[in-house]
């Protein structure tokens, strides 16, 4: 059987539930009346840095779902979503078309809420959070950014386990303003190895040397990186999008993008533009030989649509 797996950082989905509400006065003209949500047990308020948490815009998940629906894939690991309830509500309205009834998320360990989940149209077995994961056994902070979710995803009837999918979000390269730049980007370098070393030794553990997996999610990093060679190296993974065809072409740009696979932009004032593949599908040896075809599926638009990244994916016949 043909089976689509892709990942795609959604850019944070946050809620579109917010409401807003004009109470008549009993005059017959309306009025403007101030309600107080300061009861911790009947009202719950996102916020981040005090700030409160924003949906995003219908026009950007509208662009979100079709670039979606124009991969029609059986299993996407997204990345950059509020809580399971958003990601649910945006399989059941605007991809309903698509299928997605099994959608998983375990909330991590970001402070801006965002977090990694799976939706599939096929059934999922065991789900496992790694949340919790340390780098070494003293260290009392979790070692993940967000989290690395476990998946298990299944054929049809549930008589196959077709392959177990990891889908992460590593560290990524924001240096906070007023933070010493380059100490800040060193620790953040640092801090993105050591998430790739424990995912080596939790795939390692969890997987035999002959088995079907798959590690997805936006890692912050080129292929190339000497940070993600813990990962790469270790668990002798291959790179799903090598191989990968972009659809549609790249916007124009000057200098243009490079030929190379990229999903992500970055455009510093007065610099050209950099463009890296941050977003990566990563087969086991096993898997690997089941591979079929890749695709990206490319932004119209430089700063992209609905996302500042593209979404990648590849076809594997089991």
Known sequence: MGIRIGTFNLNNLFS????????????????????????????????????????KPQAGRDKLAARIKAMNLDVLAVQEVEDVDTLTAFARTELADLGYKHVVLVEGNDPRLIDVGVMSRLPIGAVTSWRHAVHAPADTDPVFSRDLLEVEIYNASRTKHLLTLYNNHLKSHFVPFGEDQVAGAKAANERRKQQAEVVARIVAERTRPDGSFAIVGDMNDPPTSD?????????????GLAAAVENPPAPSDNPPAPARPWTHRFKESGKPADYELFDHIWLSTKLSKRLVQAGINRRVHLGGDGSDHDPAWVELDL
């Open 16 to 55: 579109r539930f917010n409401f807003t509400a004009e109470i008549p006065d009993g005059t017959g003209i309306e009025a403007v009346t101030e309600f107080r949500f300061d009861d911790p047990t009947k009202f719950r308020l996102r916020k981040y840095q005090g700030r409160l948490v924003s949906g």
């Open 227 to 239: 940070c993600l060679t813990p990962m790469i190296a270790g668990l002798s993974l291959v790179d």
